[in-house]
């Protein structure tokens, strides 16, 4: 078997390459899956909180002529849909009070996201039900790395990158490289990367969690 060839010059176009491809798997997985049930799914409860809330208003608006001075004006099993007669603050998603405000005929009711506080980014910016989908609301690319259940994910791209670390390594050290014209040597690496890249994106769709 011939031997392979080492170069530093191959060694560093095969590690650029290979973090090429995992940097890119990454960010791709994060723009694509970020929005998931599965990654979301906290939010998601608070935007059907909404939904509720909205409808036991309207229905409160029609029985009384007004709109509820607070959410503890409306009773929990007739317009909130819960069956017990807890009367504590109406939670969102992260179990946090949710917000309630009116003015004149208008009300809005805010989830201050999974801080509790007012304001933040991604999983901590606010929603409301004027509001439901902020694109300010979607997880930030340090959530999804450090905070969340994207680990399967990141270990497919990180995956990715090796295999095409390796195989540009192969390639690149193989006796007979320097004599293919140059555009083959481009072609073949571009090809590794797309399709390493490709694969990476379309597995790490298998790694979305469930949620709860």
């Known amino acids: 078997m011939p031997k392979l060839r080492i170069t530093v010059g191959g060694t560093v176009i095969s590690l650029a390459l290979g973090l090429l491809v995992f940097a890119l798997a990454l960010g791709i997985a994060w723009r694509n899956y970020r929005g998931a049930y599965g990654f979301q799914w906290k939010q998601a409860s608070t935007r059907a909180r909404f939904r509720q809330i909205d409808k036991g208003i309207e229905a409160f608006r029609r029985e009384r002529g007004a709109l509820p001075r607070s959410l503890a ?17 109406v ?25 509790g506080r007012p304001g933040g980014v991604g999983l901590d910016f606010d929603v409301s039900n004027t509001d439901p989908w902020p694109p300010e609301a979607l997880p930030t690319l340090g959530q999804f790395l450090f905070e969340m259940p994207s680990r399967g994910m990141i270990l497919t791209c990180a995956a990715a990158g090796l295999a095409t ?17 140059a555009a083959t040597f481009l072609a ?20 979305i969690p469930s949620g709860h």
Do not use: N
Not at 92 to 108: R, S
Not at 165 to 181: E, S, V
């Open 165 to 181: 670390c390796l195989i540009a390594f192969m390639w690149l050290g193989a006796p007979d490289t320097a004599r293919k014209p």
């Open 73 to 89: 004006d409306l009773d929990p099993q007739k317009h909130l849909g819960i069956d017990s007669g807890d009367r504590g603050p």
């Open 91 to 115: 939670l969102d998603g992260w179990q946090h009070p949710l917000h309630y405000t009116v003015e004149g005929g208008f009300y809005e009711v805010v989830s201050y996201g999974r801080d």
């Open 188 to 207: 073949c690496l571009g090809l590794t990367a797309i399709g390493a890249l490709i694969a990476a994106v379309l597995i790490s769709a298998l790694h």
